[in-house]
């Protein structure tokens, strides 16, 4: 019961702050924060403790799930090398860095347990930094790569987290530690997660595919996180990477197999739930705060100077950060300039075989795959380069290194009994989550305005977005076209009906385009003529959903063009799917 009312009353606290924070003009989870340590230190509350365990294996996988299933795959393809090098390379190397000085600093503790705090304090939260990111609007390649990031990260730190345990163990008991063993570990956990996470993918979006009702299709979503995370975590393997595979998996293909219906309840459902559970975490982390300074005890390390360890800690990982992401820009820089030298060359040999006439049907059709990959190898160079990453980005992306959800939930998963220095590894650990959140988080928004970034341009997303709304509409035309197509019944179509649907068919188009231009300025009968105009509208809402679905392949225009695009296709097929079954949901 107590629980039940904590409960209530957090979602309460939520809501009522991310309302304020919006007048205020800061991020919610940072008011949330100081709002939970204001509450652990009013005299008379009682203490809130929430089990490390509810939250890894709770609260976890639907976060991550919920965030990787609105992560374009197109961009999260473009930027994998730069989402590698944060979420895997900054990470080992933060955790060794980090836990080699509190190793250094703390006698008793042996290097094993302090990399496991290190590992504990590495990865950065995929909420903390997105949410102020967008917010702000970023341009659209620095918010994929800080979700990647953060989506990704997660499971590096955990298993690394996991290797480190095993170590301390090990050591403490007399035994050696493997070095290549625990690469190995890496290795397996990694690989077997991926394969999980796609296995549960394939499946959930097939069972879901032929779900039409949204009620029962988003139910099952709900399961899809866990059925992920629970069997790679039993077999050893990494349940959050398996999580965030299904979850990258299942919105990529949600586009092409789910109704859409089911889409909009989908996206409404779990931005929900991302949105209570997320922000209860961060006021939890403020309301556990005097808890866990009051237990620890005093005599080697108080609990003040087990906060400047912590500190100190936030010094060394904001250090790390800016002298990995310096690097990282400029190589990434270059790689681009030598992957557009080498595409230019294969563009020129494949114009030279252009004319050769090809011998074979086998050989015109891989040309024609080759030319495919190069179309798509095109598109990408030319978004990265409009949206390149130069020291304003680079600034932006080394400052954004909060932690949170991770970093509360396995300090308390450390072994109690085995780890020196529990109690002050654990405050260490919260007081570098509060402090980045409070100090990175809260003067993030300041480092935006300094360095000048912009986000994407508004005329050229529109004129973008009109340029392929006419692929589209041209797509959706021809098959008003198609002497293949017939009514239920053999039913002939009036040629009123088919004109009416063509005007409704550019209609969108032509509003796109229009305010493109001015962007600078401020149950029927089946032979009755609306079911006709339904059923060829059906058939050309289809037309250009495969039309939508080929640019996106192809990597033609910006995610976030495609999803725009996207939905308004989901609308307008919402709007029909009601039409037809008279508003109710069938069961």
């Given at each position: 019961?107590?629980?039940?009312?904590?409960?209530?009353?957090?979602?309460?606290?939520?809501?009522?702050?991310?309302?304020?924070?919006?007048?205020?003009?800061?991020?919610?989870?940072?008011?949330?924060?100081?709002?939970?340590?204001?509450?652990?230190?009013?005299?008379?509350?009682?203490?809130?403790?929430?089990?490390?365990s509810?939250?890894?294996?709770?609260?976890?996988?639907?976060?991550?799930?919920?965030?990787a299933?609105?992560?374009?795959?197109?961009?999260?393809?473009?930027?994998?090398?730069?989402?590698s090098?944060?979420?895997?390379?900054?990470?080992?190397?933060?955790a060794?860095?980090?836990?080699?000085?509190?190793?250094?600093?703390?006698e008793r503790?042996?290097?094993?347990?302090?990399i496991?705090?290190?590992?504990?304090?590495?990865?950065?939260?995929?909420?903390?930094?997105?949410?102020?990111?967008?917010?702000?609007?970023?341009?659209a390649?620095?918010?994929t790569?800080l979700?990647?990031?953060?989506?990704?990260?997660?499971?590096?730190?955990?298993?690394?987290?996991?290797?480190?345990?095993?170590?301390?163990?090990?050591?403490?008991?007399?035994?050696?530690?493997?070095?290549?063993?625990?690469?190995?570990?890496?290795?397996?956990?990694?690989?077997?997660?991926?394969?999980?996470?796609?296995?549960?993918?394939?499946?959930?979006?097939?069972?879901?595919?032929?779900?039409?009702?949204?009620?029962?299709?988003?139910?099952?979503?709900?399961?899809?996180?866990?059925?992920a995370?629970?069997?790679?975590?039993?077999?050893?393997a990494?349940?959050?990477?398996?999580?965030?595979?299904?979850?990258?998996?299942s919105g990529h293909?949600?586009?092409?197999?789910?109704?859409?219906?089911?889409?909009?309840?989908?996206?409404?459902n779990?931005?929900?739930?991302?949105?209570?559970?997320?922000?209860?975490v961060?006021?939890?982390?403020?309301?556990?705060?005097?808890?866990?300074?009051?237990?620890?005890?005093?005599?080697?390390?108080?609990?003040?100077?087990?906060?400047?360890?912590g500190?100190?800690?936030?010094?060394?990982?904001?250090?790390?950060r800016?002298?990995?992401?310096?690097?990282?820009?400029?190589?990434?820089?270059?790689?681009e300039?030598?992957?557009?030298?080498?595409?230019?060359?294969?563009?020129?040999?494949?114009?030279?075989?252009?004319?050769?006439?090809?011998?074979?049907?086998?050989?015109?059709?891989?040309?024609?795959?080759?030319?495919?990959?190069?179309?798509?190898?095109?598109?990408?160079?030319?978004?990265?380069?409009?949206?390149?990453?130069?020291?304003?980005?680079?600034?932006v992306l080394?400052?954004?290194?909060?932690?949170?959800?991770?970093?509360?939930?396995?300090?308390?998963?450390?072994?109690r009994?085995?780890?020196?220095?529990?109690?002050?590894l654990?405050?260490?650990?919260?007081?570098?989550?509060?402090?980045?959140?409070?100090?990175?988080?809260?003067?993030?928004?300041?480092?935006?305005?300094?360095?000048g970034?912009?986000?994407s341009?508004?005329?050229?997303?529109?004129?973008?977005?009109?340029?392929?709304?006419?692929e589209?509409?041209?797509?959706?035309?021809?098959?008003?076209?198609?002497?293949?197509?017939?009514?239920p019944?053999?039913?002939?179509?009036?040629?009123q009906?088919?004109?009416?649907?063509?005007?409704?068919?550019?209609?969108?188009?032509?509003?796109?385009?229009?305010?493109?231009?001015?962007?600078?300025?401020?149950?029927?009968?089946?032979?009755?003529?609306?079911?006709?105009?339904?059923?060829?509208?059906?058939?050309?809402?289809?037309?250009?959903?495969?039309?939508?679905?080929?640019?996106?392949?192809r990597?033609?225009?910006?995610?976030?063009?495609?999803?725009?695009?996207?939905?308004?296709?989901?609308?307008?097929?919402?709007?029909?799917?009601?039409?037809?079954?008279?508003?109710?949901?069938?069961?």
């Amino acid at each position: 019961m107590e629980y039940a009312l904590f409960g209530v009353i957090g979602v309460v606290v939520v809501v009522g702050a991310a309302a304020f924070s919006r007048r205020l003009g800061v991020a919610a989870p940072l008011l949330l924060v100081l709002i939970g340590i204001v509450y652990s230190y009013v005299p008379g509350t009682p203490s809130i403790d929430v089990p490390s365990s509810w939250i890894l294996m709770g609260v976890l996988p639907p976060l991550l799930y919920s965030a990787a299933i609105t992560v374009p795959v197109v961009d999260f393809r473009r930027n994998l090398a730069s989402i590698s090098a944060l979420s895997v390379g900054l990470v080992v190397v933060s955790a060794l860095v980090t836990g080699f000085a509190l190793y250094m600093v703390l006698e008793r503790l042996n290097l094993a347990a302090a990399i496991a705090l290190g590992a504990v304090i590495s990865p950065t939260d995929v909420v903390a930094a997105t949410s102020i990111a967008r917010r702000m609007g970023l341009p659209a390649r620095l918010v994929t790569i800080l979700e990647g990031e953060g989506l990704v990260n997660d499971a590096t730190a955990l298993v690394l987290l996991r290797s480190a345990i095993a170590a301390a163990a090990l050591t403490s008991g007399g035994g050696d530690f493997n070095v290549w063993s625990a690469v190995g570990d890496f290795v397996y956990a990694a690989a077997v997660a991926v394969a999980i996470g796609f296995v549960i993918g394939i499946v959930s979006v097939g069972v879901r595919g032929k779900l039409r009702d949204p009620l029962l299709d988003t139910a099952v979503s709900f399961a899809v996180p866990f059925l992920a995370y629970i069997p790679a975590e039993e077999i050893h393997a990494s349940g959050v990477l398996a999580v965030v595979v299904a979850g990258l998996y299942s919105g990529h293909h949600a586009a092409a197999r789910f109704s859409a219906q089911s889409r909009i309840a989908e996206r409404i459902n779990w931005r929900t739930a991302q949105f209570v559970l997320e922000n209860g975490v961060f006021l939890l982390m403020g309301v556990q705060l005097k808890h866990i300074v009051d237990d620890v005890p005093g005599g080697e390390v108080t609990a003040m100077q087990s906060v400047l360890l912590g500190l100190m800690c936030v010094g060394i990982l904001i250090v790390l950060r800016i002298l990995f992401v310096g690097p990282l820009i400029v190589v990434l820089r270059r790689t681009e300039k030598l992957a557009e030298g080498r595409h230019s060359r294969v563009r020129r040999l494949l114009g030279r075989l252009r004319s050769v006439t090809m011998p074979s049907e086998r050989a015109q059709r891989r040309q024609a795959r080759i030319e495919r990959m190069q179309d798509r190898r095109s598109n990408d160079i030319a978004q990265l380069k409009a949206e390149g990453l130069g020291w304003r980005g680079g600034s932006v992306l080394a400052w954004a290194g909060m932690r949170g959800v991770v970093t509360l939930a396995a300090a308390q998963s450390l072994p109690r009994n085995d780890t020196p220095y529990y109690e002050q590894l654990v405050l260490v650990a919260f007081t570098v989550a509060i402090a980045t959140l409070l100090l990175q988080g809260g003067t993030l928004p300041l480092i935006i305005r300094i360095s000048g970034i912009r986000g994407s341009d508004r005329v050229a997303d529109r004129r973008q977005l009109a340029t392929l709304l006419d692929e589209m509409s041209e797509a959706g035309l021809q098959a008003l076209e198609n002497p293949e197509f017939s009514l239920p019944g053999d039913q002939p179509v009036d040629d009123q009906v088919i004109e009416r649907v063509r005007r409704d068919t550019m209609l969108a188009a032509q509003a796109a385009w229009e305010r493109a231009e001015n962007a600078g300025n401020a149950d029927g009968i089946v032979d009755s003529p609306h079911q006709q105009y339904r059923a060829l509208r059906r058939e050309v809402l289809q037309a250009e959903r495969e039309a939508l679905l080929e640019a996106r392949a192809r990597g033609a225009y910006p995610s976030r063009i495609l999803q725009r695009a996207q939905s308004m296709l989901d609308l307008e097929e919402a709007r029909l799917e009601q039409i037809d079954t008279g508003g109710r949901v069938e069961v």
